[in-house]
């Protein structure tokens, strides 16, 4: 089997500090990041039906450019392995769920590397009673990006607060520390892919339940990485240009996502600054906004 790394062995990459490079000082590393945002014109049908060929054709495509490998299967083994036990971590928020044929498409992928099915769960409020999250030694990270009342956007970062058996002690703050899930024992260092699924986002709202179809619109798109603070930094990205087409002029949210930044600056989970983040963009670009 190949080498699985982590998220962490792709935040190596560095780039040179210009003022120490100008003066002749040695240049401390920054790190930077890697996400990948692909799109297909043609993966929602006019009913709003997920087409469960180009939504496996996609995650392919995108974990092939993130890895470098020009297959799918053996990508897809950098960072799952034969022997691993996987949770596939899940969204069933009723208006907008993760889909069905992305959570598979996963799923296709792991077994195609050898992880025995029994070895694989989906879920979501579960997590906590679920064995096979007991025992995970690899989770999946999937999700739809969303707004959010309490902590500004729904992303990868929020989506591990399953796993606290008291979920609103991170709320306080615009969920400020919603990082620190991230350091749980069932959660530290076990994430491998983050995924946010971008086919349906939800742009604006308000209140605690604030869906309204009026704010949803056909993006089809994925947006995926190793690191959940980068992920989540380019779907808020992606929901602000939204909010600024169709309001015609900058319009804050609710709640200010001020947890993507902390889990940066303060927690030292990922890379937030879009300026170190490296964003390629696959397929489908009509209105890419990003």
Known sequence: ?????????????????????????????????????????????????????????????????????????????????????????????????????????????????????KM?????????????????????????????????????IKNMIMFSPTPPKYHPDSCADLAKVWDLPAVKGKVRLNILSALTPLYHGRGAHHYDRRYVWNYNGLIVGTDPVSVDAVGLALIMAKRRAHFGKEVKLQTVPKHIRMADTRHHLGVSDLNRIELVKLGWKDDILV
């Open 1 to 117: 089997m190949e080498k699985t790394i982590t998220r962490r062995d792709f935040l190596k990459q560095t780039t040179a500090v210009a003022v120490g490079v100008a003066v002749g000082v040695p240049a401390e590393a920054e790190e930077t990041s890697k996400v990948v945002l692909i799109r297909d014109r043609d993966v929602l049908s006019a009913e709003g039906k997920v087409d469960a060929r180009i939504m496996q054709q996609m995650l392919d495509r995108a974990i092939m450019e993130l890895t470098g490998k020009s297959d799918p299967v053996t990508a897809f083994k950098t960072y799952i392995g034969p022997d691993d036990v996987l949770g596939i971590k899940s969204n069933v928020w009723r208006y907008i769920p993760t889909p069905r044929e992305l959570e598979e498409a996963i799923e296709n992928r792991a077994m195609d590397v050898g992880v025995d099915k």
């Open 120 to 156: 694989i769960s989906i879920d979501d409020r579960g997590v906590l009673r679920n064995s096979t999250f007991d025992n995970a030694t690899a989770i999946v990270n999937v999700r739809p990006v969303r707004t959010h009342y309490w902590a500004g956007i729904g992303g990868c």
